[in-house]
């Protein structure tokens, strides 16, 4: 695997080309889209982040999202962060709607489940456990994989700040094994990655610095990883959110009809069953 980066591809201009659209997807496994969602909306959402680090003591309540950092992300209750972030919001505004609806070409479903992420830069520490080892979201959520997962940033990435790095194409081999990896956590367990030698060294990964407003749509197969904040000067948080998006006629699993905050608490059931080993009694 490289640690080198190409860029994503600006896919904007194909927004309104069914067949254009389709025909990168499905070769590339993801659509990149600069400034299609409402830069007001994420904004709110970036600021109902804050203002939940400002509630739950992380940060001082004079922190405005330019002078933000926080000490630690593990050391924050992800699940009463969810209380502040208003995520459905903006995922199911009628203006971010309109582009899922254009990118499926058809009504769509937007998963409960979201991941938020504010995390503060780890340069010079080892690297965070509990970033996200190269995987397929396929192999976490199902039981169809129709899926596409949908990234944003709430504050401007650089290469620095990190963010999600995805391996161009790599969905069209479909479901690749995934063993455990030490060095990455979630409550505790370690999780399950795609070992090196499942990724070719001919398979391209593409990160691209992001600004609020862009998205990027990866395929259920597609294969991708945390990039890490390592930033110095100046230090920067890292905050985005990521959910899944499937057409609105597809079977709602686990997953799509279970708030993040709820799903983590069952180890057999959805996203759970895959990090802690358990066998799934519902997907
Ligand atoms: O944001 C990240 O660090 C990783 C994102 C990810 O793995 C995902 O969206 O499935």
């Not at 190409?6 to 997807?25: G, M």
């Not at 509990?130 to 899926?147: A, R």
């Not at 709430?154 to 995805?166: K, Q, S, W």
């Not at 398979?203 to 259920?220: R, T």
């Amino acid at each position: 695997m490289t640690d080198t980066f190409s860029d994503y591809v600006d896919c904007t201009p194909l927004l309104d080309d069914r067949e254009a659209l389709d025909r990168f997807y499905d070769e590339h496994g993801y659509l990149y889209l600069r400034g299609a969602l409402d830069r007001e909306l994420v904004r709110t959402t970036a600021e109902q982040m804050l203002e939940g680090l400002i509630a739950l003591g992380h940060t001082a309540p004079s922190t405005t999202l330019d002078t933000l950092t926080i000490e630690s992300f593990e050391a924050v209750d992800e699940v009463a962060m969810h209380d502040y972030v208003k995520y459905d919001d903006l995922w199911n505004h009628p203006s971010t709607l309109k582009v899922w609806e254009k990118v499926f070409g058809e009504p769509v479903f937007v998963f409960k489940s979201t991941t938020i992420r504010y995390y503060p830069s780890a340069a010079g520490s080892e690297e965070p456990s509990f970033l996200t080892p190269l995987h397929q979201d396929g192999f976490y959520i199902g039981p169809n994989k129709d899926f596409r997962t949908a990234w944003v940033p709430l504050l401007a990435t650089t290469p620095d700040i990190g963010g999600v790095a995805v391996a161009d194409g790599s969905h069209k081999k479909g479901p690749r094994q995934h063993v455990v990896t030490e060095n990455f956590r979630r409550f505790g367990h370690a999780v399950r990655g795609i070992p090196a030698e499942e990724f070719g060294a001919d398979e391209q990964l593409l990160f691209s610095p992001m600004e609020p407003g862009d998205v990027i749509l990866f395929h259920a197969f597609m294969c991708h990883k945390s990039i890490p904040n390592v930033s110095v000067d100046p230090v920067g948080m890292r905050m985005s959110m990521d959910t899944r998006i499937q057409p609105a006629s597809s079977h709602r699993g686990f997953n799509a009809l279970t708030p993040w905050a709820d799903s983590a608490k069952d180890p057999s059931k959805g996203v759970m069953s895959k990090i802690t080993g358990t066998p799934a009694t519902t997907e």
